[in-house]
């Protein structure tokens, strides 16, 4: 039958997951594992906030893991790869590792302090809502449930079964084991009461025609550049009105200097005949 495979293969998953998480301790702070087939063979990928834990000093510790994944669950070729989370209080795996860890080195009289620290860790964040249970003999010997909870978060239908972030995990105590369930509410959830307020056309028609003005300022300098060319030829034709006018004195020079010797010679002349 398909589905005895599909139950066997994913039985087979979980028991790598289980594999992959007890080679590492809590400080790891391991985030997701995800597995997926390719043609070369399973492809492993550990989201966690600190990859060089897991990759080793030259790798050696991701290889010995290849191995044992390869010889434990008979895979063909196993290729584990590192992704980083940028912030350990997006993720609701590592938030709950991490209060059940406080929980196990301080003890349970701290837990009030513990969950609502981290409360306001992932709300700074920017989730959309939050919500921590710590369930177990704390503070006294009877088991008690202690609830954290803010902002916005959706407690049934669709998106609380598929699209929240959830994670679970055990802090052994001297009283007991308790359990720690950390539910987060990303703002990238998509909701079916969201509303999107869509910018109207008319503002968008001025951005354009400002844009358009920005980009006519140069033919405005160019129409300045044209106006000031004339002035060139104005001041060049003055320089040669002026030259012109230089030269005029020099023919009235000339002439007088041409009557004046017969003006002289004439009364010469009278002189002699009387």
């Not at 929240?164 to 959830?189: C, E, F």
Request: aromatic residues 4%; glycine residues 8%.
């Amino acid at each position: 039958m398909i589905e005895r495979e599909f139950i066997n293969e994913k039985m087979k998953q979980l028991k790598i997951k289980e594999a992959i998480n007890s080679e590492f301790t809590k400080s790891a702070e391991i985030g997701g594992i995800t597995m997926e087939k390719t043609p070369l063979g399973e492809r492993i990928v550990i989201s966690t906030t600190r990859p060089g834990i897991i990759i080793g000093r030259g790798g050696s510790t991701i290889k010995e893991l290849t191995n044992k994944l390869k010889n434990k669950f008979r895979l063909e070729n196993p290729q584990i790869e590192t992704l980083e989370i940028p912030n350990p209080h997006t993720s609701a795996e590592v938030v709950a590792k991490k209060i059940a860890g406080e929980l196990e080195r301080f003890g349970p009289s701290r837990f009030k302090g513990i969950g609502y620290r981290e409360m306001g860790k992932i709300m700074t964040a920017g989730a959309f809502g939050v919500e921590i249970v710590i369930d177990g003999p704390i503070p006294g010997a009877r088991s008690r449930k202690w609830r954290f909870w803010k902002g916005y978060m959706k407690k049934c239908g669709f998106i609380s079964d598929n699209l929240l972030d959830k994670a679970q995990a055990d802090a052994v105590l001297k009283k007991g084991t308790v359990g720690v369930s950390v539910t987060i509410m990303h703002p990238d959830t998509p909701l079916p009461d969201k509303i999107i307020i869509v910018e109207p056309e008319s503002e968008k028609t001025e951005t354009i025609d400002l844009e358009e003005v920005v980009e006519e300022k140069p033919k405005e300098e160019t129409k300045l550049a044209e106006k000031k060319a004339p002035v060139k030829k104005i001041e060049a034709k003055k320089e040669t009105k002026s030259e012109s006018t230089t030269e005029k004195p020099k023919k009235v020079i000339v002439k007088k200097e041409e009557t004046n010797p017969v003006a002289k010679k004439a009364p010469t002349k009278k002189e002699t005949t009387k």
